[in-house]
């Protein structure tokens, strides 16, 4: 045996030149341990990292058995195996344990190269490289528990978890997906995910995946998935790229849930919607049928009323100035006022039916201004007086209202309202009497006072049971079918008066016994004017002369119709006035052109040029620069609220509708006279 130990003849050479004391020198230099083994299994060379490592000297080592120092790490049977596989094959490795003597265990990496025979002093050698892996083994193995660790915590998450590789392949399926699906682990690895997907479904989720993998973007989609019964159930998957350290894909994590339950009440939910949806759109589009309806019913009715308004413009005109005429013997006078109110009957029906017609169809607006409720009343007493009277009644009116302040609210429309529970109570009241009172009422409204005013109509007429209080305010319906025929009437007016009311955010109720009397209750806010509407100027008392006072004003009235000139014509003269007359808009505007005029009586709807258009070229001065201030008043048979704006709007100073009669043109003429200063 050579030895090789460093002691020797340091010029002693091995066979081809190389001397001991070089391949001593060589293999100290490493600071892994190396053996080399001779071909009789002795230990022909260690290196100090080796002695170090079995805590041995080197001299003890070589010459040795490589059994006596190795078998107790690997065992004999397995030193044997592996020195032979090393001789056969030229390379061999094994991993072995080792127990130093300071009670540390090393795991060790044997790693053998035959060299030639010829290489080294002419024999055939092993060389065994020891490596301490005993780090990198701790590290796989808490590598290996963490992997368990993750694999038995993922498992047991309640979700379908699956985790794919960066090709996108699976290679984990959690405890929860095998049981959904009932396959083992071998089985779902083979199929893979797409095997229980919908074949409608495939193609999408395979086109999210990938867009999910190209984009390093999140996945969450809805699928048809079957489970270990054969059914399909609606899964809601979610995926998500896992971040990689190294250049390769990332892999990705997928996670599913049964929203098979959810699903089919989101279908339900979407059907009824739908149903809904579908119901809403028919009830709108029939919404929009019956307001198309109304509207074409009120734009009719509306034609219907000018068309009848016109012509009775001049029966009730001549009326009345036939019952206000003093020469007239009593007969005649008696049948010109019969006929007065005939026509002034005839004309709250139409204005009946076209109010309701207008309510029906959602377009009945309030147009507030200024009302002095004292004056109200005094014009209330002056229209219904005589009525009450000439039935034997007492008729009474009690103004318990306190102050000058005016009332904000539509004039025009409470005084319809009061003027129907007027009649009403006049036509049922035979004996007795009927009275009109008005007063102030504060009321306690959200912890604070509100001012109201509270209008109260009572009668000692028939009364009324009640049923038919309970159906007093219903359309089209009479109290008794006895009364009905004894008191004509069309049943909207006290319907309408309800509505009215309501508009202005008030209340009408009614209080009767039968045989004794009814009582009325009519109570609305008393809101304030606001300060823009205030008119300027120390004196809100309107002053109403009874005869004109210096020259008279220039008068030019336009009407397409004849027997409305004529009357209109007439009616001015007995207030005094003397007129001209033109039949159309282009008529007017050459007499315009020439002339100067104060006051003009104009009708709105005429063919060709008509009163909106003749009202908008006075004020912008067509007409003459001396006639832009001329006070127009406009006459029309179109009594719709939306009319009565235009015509305001179009520049008009007044509105009065047809038929005119002495005492709406005389109202009219009022601020006229106030605006010239002729009082």
Request: hydrophobic share 40%.
């Amino acid at each position: 045996m050579v030895q090789l130990d460093g002691e020797g003849d340091p010029s002693a050479e091995s066979g081809n030149g190389i001397t001991d004391d070089r391949l001593h020198g060589v293999f100290n230099v490493l600071r892994e341990p190396v053996l080399v083994i001779d071909d009789t299994d002795a230990i022909f060379f260690a290196n100090e990292a080796f002695a170090q490592l079995l805590n041995v000297s080197r001299r003890k080592l070589v010459g040795e058995p490589v059994a006596d120092w190795i078998q107790p790490v690997i065992g004999g049977s397995r030193l044997r195996r592996f020195l032979e596989r090393s001789r056969a094959e030229c390379t061999a490795e094994e991993i072995c344990r080792l127990d130093t003597g300071e009670g540390e265990r090393k795991s060790l990496l044997l790693q053998a190269r035959v060299t030639p025979p010829e290489e080294i002093i002419g024999r055939g050698l092993v060389v065994l490289e020891v490596s301490d892996i005993t780090e990198q083994e701790e590290l796989e193995q808490r590598r290996k528990e963490a992997v368990a660790l993750q694999e038995g915590i993922l498992g047991q998450i309640p979700v379908l978890l699956c985790l794919c590789t960066g090709e996108g392949h699976p290679y984990f399926f959690n405890e929860h997906w095998l049981s959904y699906t009932g396959k083992s682990l071998v089985e779902q690895l083979r199929e893979g995910i797409f095997e229980h997907v919908h074949a409608d479904d495939r193609e999408r989720l395979d086109e999210s995946i990938n867009f999910a993998f190209a984009e390093e973007e999140k996945l969450e989609i809805e699928v048809r998935f079957r489970n270990a019964r054969g059914k399909y159930r609606w899964l809601h998957l979610r995926g998500l790229p896992l971040e990689t350290k190294s250049g390769h894909p990332g892999e990705f994590a997928l996670a599913a849930v049964e929203v098979d339950a959810l699903k089919s009440r989101e279908q339900s939910l979407a059907a009824v919607l739908e149903e809904e949806r579908l119901l809403r759109n028919r009830a709108l589009e029939q919404k929009a049928a019956a307001d198309r309806a109304n509207r074409e019913k009120s734009a009719y009715l509306s034609l219907a009323s000018h068309e009848i308004r016109t012509p009775m413009n001049p029966v009730i005109g001549f009326a009345d100035l036939l019952a206000s005429n003093p020469k007239l013997d009593g007969d005649s006078k008696e049948m010109a006022e019969m006929i007065l109110k005939s026509g002034k009957n005839l004309l709250l029906l139409i204005d009946e039916v076209l109010d309701f017609a207008k309510i029906e169809a959602g377009v009945l607006h309030l147009t507030p201004e200024p009302v002095d409720v004292h004056d109200l009343l005094i014009e209330l007493d002056q229209q219904y007086a005589f009525d009450a009277k000439s039935r034997g009644l007492e008729w009474r009116v009690k103004d318990e209202v306190e102050g000058n302040e005016e009332l904000y609210q539509d004039r025009i429309r409470l005084q319809q309202a009061l003027g129907t529970l007027l009649t009403h109570a006049i036509k049922f009241t035979h004996t007795g009497h009927v009275e009109l009172k008005a007063r102030v009422d504060p009321v306690e409204v959200q912890g604070g006072k509100v001012a109201m005013l509270h209008f109260i109509i009572e009668d000692t007429g028939v009364g009324m049971g009640e049923e038919e209080q309970r159906i007093l305010f219903k359309p089209f319906m009479q109290p008794d079918m006895e009364l009905s025929e004894k008191y004509s009437g069309s049943g909207l007016g006290l319907a309408i008066a309800q509505k009215v009311v309501e508009a202005m955010r008030g209340s009408l109720v009614v209080e009767s016994e039968l045989e004794k009397g009814t009582t009325f209750h009519l109570t609305i806010p008393f809101t304030e004017v606001p300060q823009e509407e205030r008119p300027s100027g120390a004196s809100k008392k309107k002053q109403e002369p009874e005869a004109l006072e210096g020259d008279p004003p220039s008068v030019i009235i336009v009407d397409d119709e004849e027997s409305s000139r004529h009357v209109n014509s007439s009616l001015l003269q007995f207030l005094g006035y003397n007129s001209e007359t033109v039949a159309s808009g282009e008529e007017l505007m050459a007499r315009l052109q020439k002339n100067k005029y104060d006051l003009i009586l104009l009708d709105v709807m005429m063919p060709g040029m008509d009163g909106f258009q003749v009202a908008r070229r006075v004020r912008k001065g067509q007409m003459g620069e001396e006639n832009r201030d001329a006070y127009i008043i406009a006459v029309t048979g179109c009594v719709q609220d939306e009319d009565r704006r235009l015509c305001l709007k179009a520049g008009c100073n007044a509105y009065v509708p047809k038929p005119l009669t002495i005492s709406n043109l005389k109202n009219a003429l009022r601020g006229q006279r106030s605006v010239s200063g002729k009082a």
